[in-house]
């Protein structure tokens, strides 16, 4: 497919132009109307240039940071909803580093439908750290009290998040950024060898 080549001819992830900064892409999953667009505009505030690509009705927040002295290139990834009721194209997976799994405190069904997009997650990306995060818990501060199976069961990172006031969303980003380098330094995940191995 055309448009996808395209996309992978401009950020091979795997590949590091320089030795001084590290190319990361974390990748945001979840119901439509969670919050992911919120909670990455949240973060970035006005320090990022949004990128629209149309073809996979997504769009690509790109911006750079230094952590522990390196600089590193952030590609944060973000789908639009048409993705609801279908599996997303595997480009969106590819190559990701990290992965922002959220949820609406609001809407119960947003919070079962994670095990849809964590099983889709790693058919792709079987072990690239994925953090979870309920967002909107400015509605009902009360929800934090509780406690979640799935994160339990699954041994995930876990934040309570509003998009809205702030709470927690910039601790999420840097440490879904933190995971993400550590996971490429030390990936030795040997279906992502294989898979550069085919691609070449
Ligand atoms: N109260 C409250 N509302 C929020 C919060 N975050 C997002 N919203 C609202 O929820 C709605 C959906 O937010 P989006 O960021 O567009 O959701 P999305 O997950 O990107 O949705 P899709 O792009 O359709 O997949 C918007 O009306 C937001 O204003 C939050 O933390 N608190
Ligand atoms: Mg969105």
Redesign the pocket.
């Given at each position: 497919m055309a448009a996808s080549e395209e996309i992978h001819e401009d950020f091979d992830y795997d590949n590091d132009d320089d030795s001084t900064t590290a190319k990361i892409k974390i990748i945001c999953l979840?119901?439509?109307?969670?919050?992911?667009?919120?909670?990455v505009e949240r973060f970035l505030m006005d320090d990022y240039k949004p990128q629209q690509l149309s073809t996979y009705a997504l769009t690509l927040f790109r911006y750079n940071t230094t952590m522990n002295g390196k600089s590193i290139g952030v590609d944060i990834w973000?789908?639009?909803?048409q993705e609801r009721f279908a599996s997303l194209h595997p480009s969106y997976y590819h190559q990701a580093h990290a992965c922002i799994l959220?949820f609406?405190v609001t809407r119960k069904i947003t919070y079962k439908n994670l095990s849809r997009w964590y099983k889709e997650l790693r058919e792709y990306r079987p072990s690239i750290p994925c953090v979870v995060v309920a967002?909107?818990?400015?509605?009902d501060f009360s929800i934090t009290k509780k406690s979640f199976n799935f994160v339990k069961k699954h041994n995930l990172p876990f934040y309570f998040?509003?998009?809205?006031?702030g709470t927690n969303v910039v601790k999420v980003f840097r440490n879904a950024i933190k995971l993400a380098v550590v996971y490429k330094e030390e990936s030795t995940d040997f279906l992502d060898e294989v898979m550069r191995e085919l691609e070449v």
């Open positions: 979840g119901d439509s109307a969670v919050g992911k667009s919120k909670l973000d789908t639009a909803g959220t609406d967002n909107k818990i400015d509605v998040v509003s998009a809205s006031d």
